[in-house]
């Protein structure tokens, strides 16, 4: 099972924000990207996003890099001000696919 750790909630007082990339750039094996926070899509160049604590619901890509397959994930969250957290992608054995999304908190 390989891990792509790339999306990070960070909390405060009143706000969570949310900031991704793409680590197949880096040559990492996956990439997980934020595609889309509630009703909003993130553009290209956007890499994060400011969102009230609370339940959100979340948009993510999962890329393979060897098959250059891209699997669609939703995930209903929930974040709490002043946490941070991390979206983490299980890969299916061989690096044949994405079995999982999920948040973390770090």
């Known amino acids: 099972m390989i891990a792509a ?3 990070v909630l960070v ?3 009143l706000l969570a ?11 990492a094996p996956l990439a997980v990207i ?6 909003r899509e993130l553009g290209f160049s956007e ?4 969102v009230l604590p609370g339940k959100h619901s979340l948009l993510v890509d999962c890329r393979i890099r060897e098959t ?14 002043g946490r941070r957290y991390r979206l983490v992608a299980d890969s299916a054995k061989g690096l044949r696919g994405c ?8």
């Open 47 to 50: 890499s994060s996003a400011e």
């Open 5 to 7: 750790r790339n999306a």
């Open 68 to 81: 250059s397959s891209t699997s669609r994930h939703s995930l209903d969250v929930e974040v709490e001000a």
């Open 99 to 106: 079995v999982d999304v999920r948040i973390e908190a770090s």
């Open 34 to 39: 934020l595609r889309k926070v509630d009703r």
């Open 11 to 13: 909390g405060s007082a």
């Open 17 to 27: 924000g949310l900031s991704c990339g793409d680590l197949s750039v880096n040559g």
